[in-house]
């Protein structure tokens, strides 16, 4: 049986990216490589026209602005593997859908978080879970539920 997150919120690893430094975000999860970056540079600068050329500080702001998402990139993967161990013993009310798009609830104490090619998943009761897919911390378990 598949399930499918509840919360429809994104994150960087939520959405697939990269734990390699190297990576930027681009929309719905593709990921731009220092490598792209130095082929558009190359491309911008073997199009520019020769009576105006680009100014060198423009390369270097570009170049910063690229540097910058990576730091924040990478300081969001390492905050989101935190808050996923952070998780481990504290008892939880996890939300999904199943395959038909009903929603199920389960609760427990997590018992591990499983971190792999950027995502971040938590055991509870013997079933992994998208970190993402934690809707409450309790401190008591309604035995209702």
Do not use: H, W
Request: aromatic fraction near 6%.
């Amino acid at each position: 049986m598949s399930v499918t997150p509840i919360n429809n919120y994104s994150t960087a690893a939520a959405n697939g990216a990269s734990t390699s430094t190297s990576t930027a975000m681009g929309a719905g999860g593709n990921s731009l490589s220092i490598d792209d970056f130095l082929r558009l540079l190359a491309a911008q600068l073997s199009n520019q026209d020769a009576m105006n050329p680009t100014n060198d500080t423009d390369f270097i702001s570009q170049m910063a602005q690229f540097t910058s998402l990576q730091a924040m990139q990478t300081m969001t993967e390492i905050s989101y593997a935190q808050y996923g161990a952070s998780m481990i013993g504290k008892k939880v009310i996890v939300a999904s859908y199943d395959e038909n798009g009903k929603p199920i609830t389960d609760q427990g104490v997590v018992e591990n978080v499983l971190f792999s090619n950027g995502t971040c998943t938590v055991t509870v009761n013997g079933k992994q879970y998208d970190l993402s897919s934690i809707t409450e911390v309790v401190l008591e378990f309604d035995d209702e539920k």
